[in-house]
């Protein structure tokens, strides 16, 4: 429950707190839910469900108000409390990290997303899932650039999309006890039911992950909010769909998962095809990094609708993987824009010879992003080609070619901004909290490659709890 209280209570307090003092108070202030989220890790048994709080008589229409954690979620509270550290040592140099509204508004989406992760009812779930868009849409209007017709479409998606989940929420509760995690799973549905309450769930995350053809909000929406605004989506909003994928739309209607299975796989390895050839064809870095985003992760959501253990400790590693790849490429962006004052690649060049720290920690996110051995993307996407080649070869030879198309417009961005010579190009080379956040990512990329089973025996035991829970 104090992962709840503790960045709610940051959030309000950081409006009181003076600008000159509020970039150092949101960075020590987001080390404490870091260090919960460790003493929570330490004291887990995996394969245990660990209650956080919990009310289980029916309240109110069959809500009761269950919070607890498994594996799976527990290693998505990890990625949310250290991602914050590091998005907001990101910002520390810039004006963003001046405004205590900013900060505020940080903290309560922290809290949202907390929420989501240890939600034990369905409408808990749904209550956290819809406050994490509050702040995330002010970030984005606040400090965005200003392109409303953007943020009105994000927004209208996003709704659209909550709102189907929430009558799939209603039509399972009429086979259910309560809207408890327990009572939910327990329902019996015939498979017409399954697929449409599944569909349901499989829109809300569908557009918020984005998977094709759901993803039309994403590049545009990237490409005009600011970083800190891109990683919070990017590196932790969209991870959430993940989840709920795996926790929630599957074990809730099993029953429709042979159906749905195909479709999802399907838009996934479109979505791969489609995010990388365009990816190849742009030149704003950021709608590059964002069209890249929709080819990585269509690759996830095909793998975890395979729904077997190892597909979804897979789809662990690799969520991970991205996030830590998110808050680097986005960083990337960032340091480029703001120094050469363009988002066009082409119009760049001769910066490694400039800054060469900057040009090397680039080339580090670059091969980690194109799933060189010894990173953490290279395990994540072998395992899941190979789960997805397992249900179908030929659906996994093309979503191999990810490997091909991420090298492709990784490389050509890297070379086109990075390499040749240019009279009189001025580029400072990285500040000290870019330096330290470039070298964690690195650092953390290079450990998950090397260790993988730190994320796959975390998760292990609850993927085999949830596929049993499928199967029977």
């Given at each position: 429950?104090?992962?709840?209280?503790?960045?709610?209570?940051?959030?309000?307090?950081?409006f009181i707190v003076p600008k000159n003092n509020i970039r150092f108070f949101g960075l020590i202030g987001s080390l404490v839910p870091a260090v919960l989220t460790v003493f929570h890790l330490s004291g887990y048994t995996p394969g245990t469900l660990t209650?956080?709080?919990?009310?289980?008589?029916?309240?109110?229409?069959?809500?009761?108000?269950?919070?607890?954690?498994?594996?799976?979620?527990?290693?998505?509270?990890?990625?949310?409390?250290?991602?914050?550290?590091?998005?907001?040592?990101?910002?520390?140099?810039?004006?963003?990290?001046?405004?205590?509204?900013?900060?505020?508004?940080?903290?309560?989406?922290?809290?949202?997303?907390?929420?989501?992760?240890?939600?034990?009812?369905?409408?808990?779930?749904?209550?956290?899932?819809?406050?994490?868009?509050?702040?995330?849409?002010?970030?984005l209007y606040w400090f965005g650039n200003g392109n409303y017709t953007t943020l009105v479409k994000f927004f209208i998606y996003t709704m659209v999309g909550s709102l189907a989940m929430l009558l799939s929420l209603i039509w399972l509760k009429q086979y259910?006890?309560?809207?408890?995690?327990?009572?939910?799973?327990?329902?019996?549905?015939?498979?017409?039911?399954?697929?449409?309450?599944?569909?349901?769930?499989?829109?809300?995350?569908?557009?918020?992950?984005?998977?094709?053809?759901?993803?039309?909000?994403?590049?545009?929406?990237?490409?005009?909010?600011?970083?800190?605004?891109?990683?919070?989506?990017?590196?932790?909003?969209?991870?959430?769909?993940?989840?709920?994928?795996?926790?929630?739309?599957?074990?809730?209607?099993?029953?429709?998962?042979?159906?749905?299975?195909?479709?999802?796989?399907?838009?996934?390895?479109?979505?791969?095809?489609?995010?990388?050839?365009?990816?190849?064809?742009?030149?704003?870095?950021?709608?590059?990094?964002?069209?890249?985003?929709?080819?990585?992760?269509?690759?996830?959501?095909?793998?975890?609708?395979?729904?077997?253990?190892?597909?979804?400790?897979?789809?662990?590693?690799?969520?991970?993987?991205?996030?830590?790849?998110?808050?680097?490429?986005?960083?990337?962006?960032?340091?480029?824009?703001?120094?050469?004052?363009?988002?066009?690649?082409?119009?760049?060049?001769?910066?490694?010879?400039?800054?060469?720290?900057?040009?090397?920690?680039?080339?580090?996110?670059?091969?980690?992003?194109?799933?060189?051995?010894?990173?953490?993307?290279?395990?994540?996407?072998?395992?899941?080609?190979?789960?997805?080649?397992?249900?179908?070869?030929?659906?996994?030879?093309?979503?191999?070619?990810?490997?091909?198309?991420?090298?492709?417009?990784?490389?050509?961005?890297?070379?086109?901004?990075?390499?040749?010579?240019?009279?009189?190009?001025?580029?400072?080379?990285?500040?000290?909290?870019?330096?330290?956040?470039?070298?964690?990512?690195?650092?953390?990329?290079?450990?998950?490659?090397?260790?993988?089973?730190?994320?796959?025996?975390?998760?292990?035991?609850?993927?085999?709890?949830?596929?049993?829970?499928?199967?029977?």
């Amino acid at each position: 429950m104090e992962l709840l209280i503790i960045p709610f209570a940051l959030g309000l307090i950081s409006f009181i707190v003076p600008k000159n003092n509020i970039r150092f108070f949101g960075l020590i202030g987001s080390l404490v839910p870091a260090v919960l989220t460790v003493f929570h890790l330490s004291g887990y048994t995996p394969g245990t469900l660990t209650e956080v709080f919990s009310i289980k008589e029916d309240i109110i229409f069959g809500l009761t108000f269950t919070m607890h954690y498994d594996g799976i979620a527990l290693l998505m509270m990890l990625l949310t409390a250290f991602s914050f550290p590091l998005i907001f040592l990101s910002n520390y140099n810039r004006e963003l990290s001046s405004s205590p509204l900013f900060h505020a508004l940080a903290f309560f989406m922290q809290t949202g997303l907390f929420g989501v992760f240890i939600a034990g009812d369905g409408v808990l779930f749904y209550i956290f899932w819809e406050f994490t868009l509050i702040p995330i849409f002010l970030i984005l209007y606040w400090f965005g650039n200003g392109n409303y017709t953007t943020l009105v479409k994000f927004f209208i998606y996003t709704m659209v999309g909550s709102l189907a989940m929430l009558l799939s929420l209603i039509w399972l509760k009429q086979y259910a006890v309560s809207f408890a995690y327990g009572d939910l799973i327990a329902a019996q549905l015939s498979e017409k039911e399954g697929f449409w309450i599944m569909a349901g769930f499989m829109l809300a995350f569908a557009i918020k992950i984005p998977v094709f053809p759901f993803h039309t909000w994403q590049p545009n929406t990237y490409s005009t909010a600011p970083m800190a605004g891109t990683m919070l989506l990017s590196a932790l909003m969209l991870k959430m769909a993940l989840y709920g994928m795996i926790k929630w739309m599957i074990p809730l209607a099993p029953e429709g998962l042979a159906n749905m299975k195909w479709i999802v796989v399907v838009l996934g390895i479109i979505g791969i095809i489609y995010g990388g050839i365009i990816a190849i064809k742009q030149t704003d870095i950021k709608k590059i990094f964002a069209y890249a985003s929709i080819s990585h992760l269509g690759l996830i959501a095909a793998g975890i609708m395979i729904f077997s253990q190892n597909a979804i400790s897979a789809s662990m590693i690799q969520i991970i993987n991205h996030s830590i790849l998110s808050i680097g490429l986005f960083l990337v962006a960032e340091v480029l824009i703001s120094r050469t004052g363009t988002q066009d690649i082409t119009q760049m060049g001769g910066i490694a010879e400039k800054a060469p720290k900057f040009a090397f920690w680039f080339m580090i996110i670059t091969f980690a992003s194109v799933s060189i051995p010894f990173s953490a993307g290279f395990i994540g996407e072998f395992l899941l080609l190979r789960e997805i080649s397992q249900f179908k070869l030929s659906l996994g030879i093309l979503a191999a070619s990810t490997l091909v198309f991420g090298a492709i417009y990784m490389i050509r961005a890297y070379q086109l901004s990075m390499s040749g010579h240019k009279e009189n190009l001025q580029f400072a080379d990285l500040t000290w909290n870019e330096w330290v956040v470039f070298c964690i990512l690195g650092v953390l990329a290079l450990i998950f490659g090397l260790a993988p089973y730190l994320i796959g025996d975390m998760v292990k035991e609850s993927a085999l709890q949830l596929t049993y829970i499928v199967a029977n």
